[in-house]
């Protein structure tokens, strides 16, 4: 089982787009939308014959969505959690971007449900068109959730914000692939998601000093994660 379960995982990472084109910054240019697959707790249970036709399906839609230029990056988790991955589409909308994900058969079944978010306010040039589409690195994905103090309103709030911004900025020097928030609307206590090219160990000491963490206005959830070769600035080699 834990041989099939790995195997799934690597078979999601088959989807990065070998024709990205970057979005440009016109007000009507597409954007990114953040979708984290989860494994709900009532997911229907399948035989090892059903589960694989659906894996099948499921890679078949990815395969779809690569091919019209939607799906932009995806990459499994790889600790045991409901969380199973994300998806990255270059959409006009929010609506665009879940009905996109919708359509994946393993939600239409049950076995994942899909979260989306965004637009996600990133770096467009931190998303790169691969050289090939073999091999794999891993990385640590960071979700920035509301803290017991997250508020807005508060007159120490921008003044906090923006020493989280220079932490960002002078972590991006080596250890972040890419960063950003999400609109202050989005639902949710989900405020942001940074992907980190070191470990997981490495990646909770360094969000630890984050102003932002520091205060009490965001919290970390922290998750190993694995992408494509190539997408993002280089991450570990896989082991």
């Not at 790889?78 to 959409?91: M, W």
């Not at 978010?117 to 979700?143: F, K, S």
């Not at 017991?148 to 020493?163: C, H, I, L, R, Y």
């Not at 969000?207 to 965001?218: E, T």
């Amino acid at each position: 089982m834990g041989h099939l379960r790995s195997w799934k995982l690597l078979l999601i990472c088959l989807l990065v787009s070998a024709t990205l084109s970057v979005a440009q910054s016109e007000p009507n240019a597409p954007k990114y939308f953040l979708v984290l697959l989860k494994r709900p707790s009532n997911a229907p249970q399948l035989s090892k014959e059903a589960g694989d036709k659906l894996q099948q399906e499921h890679m078949a839609n990815i395969r779809k969505l690569h091919s019209e230029h939607k799906l932009v990056v995806a990459g499994p988790f790889t600790d045991d959690t409901s969380l199973r991955g994300i998806f990255v589409f270059k959409a006009d909308s929010l609506m665009q971007a879940q009905g996109w994900a919708d359509t994946d058969p393993a939600v239409k079944a049950g076995r994942l449900s899909a979260e989306t978010h965004g637009p996600w306010d990133i770096d467009l040039n931190a998303i790169h068109e691969p050289e090939t589409t073999q091999g794999m690195e891993q990385y640590t994905l960071v979700l920035l959730k509301s803290g017991e103090k997250w508020n807005p309103s508060a007159p120490e709030f921008t003044d906090v914000m923006k020493q989280h911004h220079t932490f960002v900025q002078e972590t991006e020097k080596g250890k972040i692939a890419v960063a950003g928030p999400f609109p202050f609307d989005d639902p949710g206590e989900l405020r942001g998601i940074a992907i980190y090219r070191v470990g997981a160990e490495e990646t909770a000491k360094i969000v630890q000093n984050d102003p932002i963490v520091k205060a009490g206005l965001l919290k970390t959830e922290i998750h190993p994660w694995i992408t494509g070769k190539g997408v993002l600035a280089a991450g570990q080699p896989m082991q």
